[in-house]
């Protein structure tokens, strides 16, 4: 009696458990949920779908995300999850997927060309000309299908030990640029053969021998794109959740840099769950370059490019052409940082080793900058502070009267001023070493030597009485433009337009720039030599950055 009891009552849990597990409704689209960390007591996924009824094992729960950054996961839904969720205070998002497709904007023609490997000196021929383009101040002529261009270099690291990761349709690893560099560890639906070459042609740009930026740096690809170079965003965030699974394992590897995140890919509108992955993804240290998206329209309607710019803390990039023109098809705006070579780009392609292809688009673009990043990450303060290298990115590129800063890896062609460990480019010290200078000068300008203000005043003016006064023009004029100039790099171009000579030539300009009080200057001859001095500090400062810019900086 006891025996049929028990039978009975394990009869009765099992049909319970059965009706419990069928209650879930399967199907609906799929959503990506992110739970949130910062609840008092956040729950781990598997509390949460079992709420829903779901396990990890479940056919409708399609990723699970599970990094030091952020955790959730994607599953098809229907109406009775969502109500569900939408009354879970430990969830901070549910959001459905959206598609995605690559940045590419104009497919050309595939061709086999002899790519054979180079050393890496400080210049290196045979290169495209995008490579030529990023460390030039000049720019390139000739056909941009050609493989006649010089790269130039400070640093023959070229990005050793650095990891990049390239989410996109996936890497043909043979080719002959990578090496032993490359490898296809991870794919969305664990296949990693590669049908679509779009993978490939970013990862040779980015880290390709003879082809790309970063020709020592290793190279992962993550397959997030079918092989129609379209997918879900739900498969993006499960890469982005896998390359910061990686760059916390490998990070305490010997001889390990850092890890850039590599997104030649757009969204037809914003999605916040790829944009709240790549900033998780920032936050845990990974640098992230993103496609700015080839719609010709603003940057900050679509993902991943809204992370970027004055928006976020990735680097978005859009394109320009071999004349330095912003490309008619390239995204634009404020979330854009800078702008690299993004039309009729050779690169790696998939069918043999040696095969290559010339595409457009703000996907070719992109791998410039992530090689550029790769290749900054020699040096360790750039390396270990994304904010810091977007900052670095943003002041090496070569601004543009249209308000476009073409990117830059800190080397002028032709020089031997280089980026890391080297004087760049500029006075003394470098660049750098100037906007710090400009800093002190615009904090400080009295304390300044006037020995720099004598060289602004010609040897004619030492007859006038009031040398004194034009000096202190000078420093006027001088740390007036000196504002300008770090308004310029910090993001506020738009009220800063005037051409440099306007600054210099204008007695309108001189008169804004006098910075001493109204009852100290009001009539007579002191107020005239304080303007000429203005003047002179205006024109002397606004020369030397007009030759930096327009090329004629070998005397400097």
Known sequence: ???????????????????????????????????????????????????????????????????????????????????????????????????????LALPIRQQRRVVTTAKTWDTRSSAPWGLQRISTASFAAGDPKALDYTYSFSNGGLGKGAD???????????????????????????????????????????????????????????????????????????????????????????????????????????????????????????????????????????????????????ITVG???????????????????????????????????DMVNVLSGTSMATPHVTGIVAYAMANTTLANDPAKMKEWIRMQGLPRADGTILANNGVLGGSTSGLIGVKRRGIGEGFNSLVAWLQGLEEATNSVAFRFFDDSVTSADHDIPGTTLLKRGAADGLAKLATWFLNLFYRRRKKHSRSLQDLGDTPRSADTAITCSPDEVTSGPVPQLLRRGVADGLAKLGTWFLNLFGGGNKHH
């Open 1 to 103: 009696m006891k025996l049929l009891t028990y039978l009975t009552a394990f009869a009765a849990c099992a049909c319970t458990q059965a009706v419990a597990e069928t209650s879930h409704q399967s199907g609906g689209a799929e959503h990506i949920v992110i739970i949130d960390k910062n609840h008092p007591t956040p729950p781990r996924v598997a509390e949460v779908l079992q709420r829903l009824e779901l396990n990890e094992s479940h056919p409708d729960v399609r990723h699970v995300f599970n990094n030091s950054a952020f955790i959730g996961f994607a599953a098809s839904m229907k109406s009775h999850c969502l109500d569900l969720l939408a009354n879970m205070s430990d969830i901070s998002m549910v959001e459905q997927a959206a598609t995605v497709t690559h940045a």
């Open 164 to 314: 990049i990761y390239i989410i996109d349709t996936g890497l043909y690893t043979e080719h002959v640029v990578f090496g032993n560099r490359a490898s296809q560890p991870w794919s969305y639906d664990n296949n990693m053969t590669v049908v679509d070459g779009h993978g490939t042609h970013v990862a040779g740009t980015a880290a390709g021998e003879t082809l790309g930026v970063a020709s020592n740096a290793n190279v992962f690809g993550v397959r997030a794109l079918s092989g129609t170079g379209s997918g879900w965003s739900s498969n993006v965030v499960a890469g982005i959740d896998w390359v910061i699974q990686q760059h916390d394992k490998r990070k305490s590897y010997f001889g390990h840099t850092g890890s850039v995140l590599s997104m030649s890919l757009a969204s037809g509108g914003t999605v916040t769950a790829i944009d709240t992955a790549v900033s998780a993804a920032i936050s845990a240290g990974v640098h992230a370059v993103v496609a700015a998206g080839n719609a010709g329209e603003d940057a900050c309607s679509t993902s991943p490019s809204l992370s970027g710019g004055t928006h976020g803390g990735a």
């Open 319 to 353: 394109s320009v052409g071999i004349t330095g023109e912003r490309s008619s098809f390239s995204n634009y705006g404020d979330c854009v940082d800078v702008y690299a070579p993004g039309e009729d780009i050779i690169s790696a392609w998939l069918g043999a080793p």
